[in-house]
């Protein structure tokens, strides 16, 4: 209820603001600003990072001499902003209104603005976080600015109110939907300018020449010369809704459970993953007891790095693996853009949008409540997916050039 009073505020103000003036530009450095999925945290998802880290890398190579806004809401955000050499605007703080948020950028000579989609656009977590988003951006491009959202994926159970707000849109803004599945979705929701894209972050460059980097290439390495495969793991606890969200310590006993057979019997080493710190939803409040479970007797086919890896390294580490399961989505797609198998753990219904876009097999997915009640399916699929890698991995090197080409369009706008 405070949520859909939240929104009907926002909705207030953009039936308000129809008649808003174009704002007047000058000659000085162009100004992008990047509206994040996270305003609160901004990097504490490895996948944010690497999308904000590409918004950024375009715009340096088509403009020398530009200069980012970044749109934050909290301390973190504004200290992690200023570490990528961008500035952080409080503009998404909760407590201003739409029209105080444009106020504060006001001329500021801002020539484009870049809402980094993810999948906090569809309402589906908080309607008013996504509405307010949305609105925004709207906003901007009735005073002339360039706006595009990038490829964000769409959920089984968008806010359906959201239609009526986006049917509005001016054929200005794009909205880029970055799997099949979103693409269609998302035109089935609303008649909004959408287009077909992939993720931001397949056009980041792995780095592989980093210290924590090379550590675990040694250690794999050492593992391959042992005549094991490698297969990188990932859990959360968002793979469980809110409410049974109490139940994921049973999803992690399982597949715990499963990932020390498969150490014991098929010659599979693993490397524990981290992609998310984000509080209460942080990958190691499932990686912690997994590690925990294979230590003893399968600690030498079990590795985790020490330090928190970048987005890039991550990639990087992706690309000398044999394999990936994974619950996040970002880590999926720097496995698939290495070339590296991926299994997906399903959640909200958008795994399977990648899958598709790659012409992968949706089988190589599973989800909490399958893990946690049929193991042994479970399993069976990992063992299908592990005596299926060669061809899997033929399949990302037979797609990979498209789907590069096809992340390039977030940008076409501004081509």
């Avoid at 405070?2 to 450095?29: C, F, G, I, S, V």
């Avoid at 305003?39 to 944010?48: C, E, V």
């Avoid at 739409?98 to 020539?111: D, F, H, P, V, Y």
């Avoid at 219904?349 to 089988?363: A, V, W």
Wanted: aromatic share 8%; hydrophobic share 40%.
């Amino acid at each position: 209820m405070y949520l859909d009073a939240q929104y009907r505020a926002l909705l207030k103000e953009w039936h308000n603001d129809k008649d808003a003036k174009p704002w007047p530009r000058t000659d000085a450095a162009p100004v992008v600003l990047i509206i994040p999925p996270d305003p609160a945290l901004l990097t504490a998802s490895k996948g944010d990072e690497a999308m904000l880290s590409v918004v950024t890398t375009y715009f340096k190579r088509k403009w020398p001499n530009v200069q980012f806004i970044v749109a934050t809401a909290e301390d973190e955000a504004d200290k992690c902003a200023r570490a990528l050499g961008t500035e952080p605007l409080r503009i998404l703080d909760e407590n201003l209104s739409l029209k105080q948020s444009l106020a504060m950028l006001e001329g500021r000579n801002i020539c484009a603005s870049v809402t980094v989609g993810a999948d906090v656009l569809d309402g589906s977590y908080s309607q008013a976080f996504s509405g307010k988003l949305i609105m925004l951006t709207g906003m901007l491009s009735r005073r002339g600015i360039d706006c595009v959202v990038t490829g964000f994926s769409v959920s089984e159970k968008p806010y359906g109110k959201l239609k009526f707000l986006l049917d509005e849109f001016s054929h200005d803004v794009v909205f880029n939907l970055r799997d099949p599945l979103s693409f269609s979705r998302f035109q089935q929701l609303t008649s909004a300018n959408a287009k077909l894209v992939a993720d931001l972050a397949f056009l980041l460059e792995p780095q592989k020449d980093t210290d924590p980097v090379q550590q675990a290439r040694t250690w794999i390495d050492a593992q391959h010369a042992l005549g094991r495969k490698v297969i990188g793991l990932n859990m959360h606890p968002l793979l469980l809704d809110l409410q049974e969200r109490q139940e994921i310590h049973r999803v992690v006993e399982q597949f715990s459970s499963v990932a020390k057979d498969l150490i014991q019997t098929q010659g599979i080493s693993v490397l524990l993953i981290d992609h998310d710190f984000r509080g209460d939803s942080a990958d190691y409040h499932c990686l912690d007891p997994l590690e925990k479970t294979l230590a003893g007797d399968t600690a030498q086919y079990t590795y985790r790095p020490a330090t928190r890896l970048s987005a890039a390294e991550l990639k990087g580490v992706a690309g000398y693996l044999d394999g990936i399961v994974s619950g996040r989505m970002h880590l999926m797609i720097a496995s698939c853009g290495a070339g590296t198998p991926v299994f997906g753990i399903e959640y909200k219904g958008k795994m399977s949008g990648l899958m598709k876009h790659f012409q992968m097999d949706t089988s190589n997915l599973s989800n909490a409540h399958e893990i946690m009640n049929e193991p042994q399916a479970f399993k069976a699929k990992l063992l299908r997916f592990i005596e299926n890698l060669s061809t899997t991995k033929q399949q990302l090197t037979d797609n990979k050039t498209e789907i590069k080409r096809l992340s390039s369009l977030n940008f076409a706008k501004f081509a």
